[in-house]
């Protein structure tokens, strides 16, 4: 019985490493797809529904309208890097912390991603200067 709860509890574990190893994964991809600004990259992690902050501008938007925002937003700042300063999980779901180096200059950039049965998704996003 001891061995069968030992074996137990260690594949929880290990179920939970890996989670939290591909959510980490995930963040790392959606960093680099902002560093370039890759906003196919980006957006196909987008969830149907996606809180944005953009210059100032606050609202959910809808997956396709997410992607026009951050289509416009990339044109008028022509990304040069995007450097994660702070990643780590909370309730959940993941998220990182950085600054967007842009032509226009640097923006505190945000975003947490979650964990649903179809996958992990995009849930906010905020880019500010």
Do not use: C, P
């Not at 890996?18 to 969830?47: C, H, K, L, M, P």
Request: charged letters at 15%; hydrophobic letters at 40%; aromatic letters at 14%.
């Amino acid at each position: 019985m001891k061995a069968y709860l030992k074996r137990f509890f260690l594949t929880i574990l290990f179920a939970l490493f890996i989670q939290s190893a591909w959510a980490q994964g995930i963040t790392e991809q959606v960093g680099s797809a902002i560093g370039s600004g890759n906003v196919a990259g980006i957006s196909r992690y987008f969830d149907n529904a996606v809180s944005m902050t953009v210059s100032g501008s606050q609202s959910t938007y809808s997956r396709s309208q997410a992607e026009m925002v951050l289509r416009d937003f990339f044109g008028k700042n022509a990304v040069r890097s995007f450097q994660a300063e702070h990643t780590g999980n909370s309730n959940g779901s993941s998220f990182a912390i950085g600054t967007l180096v842009t032509a226009n200059g640097a923006f505190r950039t945000f975003f947490t991603i979650r964990h649903t049965e179809n996958g992990y998704v995009i849930q906010e996003i905020r880019i500010e200067k």
